[in-house]
């Protein structure tokens, strides 16, 4: 920041108020320093290297005015807008509700906080005062307004291991606005690549649908529930500190998959994994295994009012889509901590992972972290791919003004070759940024060397294009919506399949199948009141199964996945080939089975 001080003052105060706008002012800046000097010792080394220096910085002080100057004219539209709206008075008032509750959330969770530091460490006097001054400041809060149901907002909230509320310098951090102020390059690098690859998907046809119509389900039997009423603030309040995956929560708060189905999902562009195994080229074959790592995202653009149902031990799901060439088997193997393993196969590639979630409370968000591998091979070339997944994020936890994001790195490997590997950036937007900067993903793969091969990018909701490709191209755009989707929790078509239980398909599921799962099927019915009562029931038994399974000093052994090691070492979960054996002969109607609901 220091270069940019210097430039800023050698400007006159009056060549800064010749014009009355940001954006006829900045444009004057490089053409200021690209003249030449008129003095003789301009032609000097020193001279023209520092004349070089100076227009190299005012253009990177020039780029990044000009992007400052065009977010601010953005929300300065978009306020004008809002003020201007008919809404405006009813949303101010939820939205001071909605701060209010949130304080009091802060002020008792910091509270918690100093209070168990002060146990842990050398008591004091002063110690003690902060902790008597804060609860002074909670009592006051208090009586001020007290949380309640009516006044908190419904959101999406999963079984979390832990509840962490921020420092203050965390808050600062996770809001976006310390990424604005400590090193903006980075992000005007991947601003600038992006509002290319935008343009380059907007001008690119639509690919042609490969995938035929089976005649399955196109909506769901009920609308999702108006769940406005559920106060997860109050929830949250009410179990600060406690491991909120023992917590039960609210019916309405759900969409009725479970996570397990989620994990399917995945699957909806498996095409891409099949023009990978039919690619020759180890380069080209990486970007159609990126594209396919990135479309895993698409589904949760719509996804944010709603949370999956949490499998219970020992549930399944199978999927056999002859449509897409696959079928796919998932276990929810562990309960403490949560863990749901996954295989899919296919004549072109076989997928496998084991998911398991870390989750943080901020305060004003919330922030989802999964860990395990996902893992893909293709069948005609022998590569064994290996990729992480990104933290997924979802803003204003507490409002109405919510959305979701996801940032990070992914490192795609090629375990069985180190031709190339491939380097995925999921950019987290800025506090300021404008709606059309978010969802940006950019991505390079790379030789043994380092040496970029290829370039591609875009928005994991929009679309990925890859500009080194012999012919440059959209590689990958998610499918249209179904008509009415926010109706129907927001739902893809592929995942308002997901659920659908047909007459024939039934005799030959096990007993501990997700669509037979009642609570989740009286969701899908829009019975919710109904489902919370069956909820209750099902997560009663799982408690009972425990206890007595801890009498008599057994534990539950998965019935499809295998636990095993990795190359590198790690705990993964395994299919160990029973589950379509059984099916086929001698059938599950035909074996023992856990009674799971």
Known sequence: MKPFRGITKSLSSSQLNSSSLLGTSVPSIPDYVSTPANSPASTSPESKKLHQDICSMSLKVHASLRTAHEALAQERQRLRDTWSGRDLHQNTSAQLNNLCSLAELDVNSRHTKIHKLSISSNSSDDSFRTVEQRKSVSSRCSSFRAPSIADSVAEYFDACDELKCASSSEMSDESGLSDGSSNSEPYEAHAMASRKYRASLSKAAAKPNTIKSTGRRTTLPAVCPDNSHVGLMTILYNNIGKDLSRVSMPAALNEPVCLLQRLCEELEYSDLLDTANHTDDPFQRMVYIAAFAISGYATAQFRNRYKPFNPVLGETFECIREDRGFRYISEQVSHHPPISACHADSDNFSFWQDQRWKNKFWGKSLEIMPTGMVNVTLKKYGDHYEWNKVVTCI???????????????????????????????????????????????????????????????????????????????????????????LLYYGFSSFAMEMNELVPELKPLLPPTDTRLRPDQRLLEEGKVEETDKKKDEVEEKQRERRKIMAKRGEEHIPRFFRKSLDAAGREVWLTNGTYWKIRENPGFANVNNLELW
């Open 395 to 485: 803003h204003n936890v507490l409002s109405q003004q919510r959305y979701l994001e996801h940032y990070g790195e992914v490192i795609i490997q090629n375990l069985n070759s180190s031709v190339c590997t491939c380097k995925i950036t999921f950019v987290k937007s800025r506090y300021w940024g404008a709606d059309a900067a978010r969802n940006q993903v950019q991505g390079q793969v790379l030789d043994q060397t380092g040496n970029v091969i290829h370039r591609f990018g875009g928005f994991w909701h929009e679309g990925i294009f890859c500009e080194t490709l012999p012919v440059p191209q959209c590689i990958w755009k998610p499918n249209p919506q179904p008509k009415n989707y």
